[in-house]
Nanobody, 114 residues
Framework: VQLQASGGGSVQVGGSLRLSCAAS????????MAWYRQAPGKQREAVAA??????TYADSVEGRFTISRDRAKNTVNLQMNSLEPEDTAVYYC??????????WGQGTLVTVSS
């Protein structure tokens, strides 16, 4: 499984960005897709995940971010609204298959400036 993330960029406080992660390879075996982020000097943290259509979010992004999965296009998206400087980080997508193997995409940088 290969994951390709895109959509990062620079935005002002209150703005929006949409991240996308395209999966290729044995995508039929992927049951859980997630987004993580890592801010400078901090540990990587989970942001949102979707598992069999059920989405979960970190408290810090609840109500502002929306994760969605398009199985036909083999993509998982993260719509980020009302962005804050604290959202600045490198965002990574992760996929988990039925054997519990995990796959990571390359990161995409999101910068939120005030």
């Amino acid at each position: 499984v290969q994951l390709q993330a895109s959509g990062g960029g620079s935005v002002q406080v209150g703005g929006s960005l949409r991240l996308s992660c395209a999966a290729s390879g044995s995508v039929f075996s992927l049951y859980r897709m997630a987004w993580y982020r890592q801010a400078p000097g901090k540990q990587r943290e989970a942001v949102a995940a979707i598992d069999n259509g059920i989405a979960t979010y970190a408290d810090s992004v609840e109500g502002r971010f929306t994760i969605s999965r398009d199985r036909a296009k083999n993509t998982v998206n993260l719509q980020m609204n009302s962005l804050e400087p604290e959202d600045t980080a490198v965002y990574y997508c992760k996929a988990t298959d039925l054997r519990r193997a995990e796959y990571w995409g390359q990161g995409t940088l999101v910068t939120v400036s005030s």
